[in-house]
């Protein structure tokens, strides 16, 4: 586990302050070091305008947080730990378009030189991977870049059709 760092689509943050939460990635760092890796996951902004900053007590399960900064806060956690392997299950799964920037860019910091495991089912998130793996029926049934699997078709490609002739569709359109 000392190799590996995961950021999951339910984040679990602990009754305490988000320094505290921030720094169980590793016990022994530095106050710049925390602060260091909370600007790398785009979250100092929003940590430096709560009440008491870094030392804000966070509800329970971060009750008192958005979903996307809750997301923030873990990734931090995650880059201070700085494992050479990291998992994304979901991660940008619960959280809303204007989160899912700030994430996706935090999410970039995090995994510079690592290896990434990443469980998605949204495109943005493996578009850009060195291979992507699909799975069907608990097989791996196709495997490449996202060129060469939508050169292949099947599955990977009918998901990218059908994600993208979803774009804009709405209860309204589909009334009228």
């Not at 806060?73 to 809303?96: F, G, Q």
Request: charged content about 25%; glycine content about 8%.
């Amino acid at each position: 586990m000392a190799h590996i760092s995961m950021v999951f689509q339910r984040v679990y943050l602990f009754k305490d302050t988000v320094y505290n939460n921030i720094s169980m990635g590793r016990p022994d760092a530095t106050e710049a070091e925390v602060i260091e890796a909370a600007k790398k996951a785009r979250c100092y902004d929003f940590i430096t305008a709560l009440p008491d900053g870094f030392n804000t007590v966070i509800g329970e399960g971060g009750a008192t947080l958005s979903g996307g900064e809750k997301q923030r806060v873990s990734i931090a956690r995650c880059i201070l730990k700085d494992a050479p392997i990291v998992i994304l299950d979901e991660a940008t799964a619960s959280v809303d378009a204007d989160n899912e920037s700030y994430i996706q860019a935090a999410i970039s910091e995090l995994c510079r030189g690592k290896t990434l495991l990443v469980i998605a089912h949204r495109l943005n998130t493996i578009r850009h991977a060195d291979k992507i793996l699909v799975i069907r029926g608990g097989a791996v049934a196709q495997q490449g870049t996202h060129e060469e699997l939508m050169s292949q078709g099947d599955i990977y490609r009918d998901f990218v059709r059908a994600r993208e002739g979803s774009r804009g569709w709405s209860r309204r359109k589909a009334a009228g």
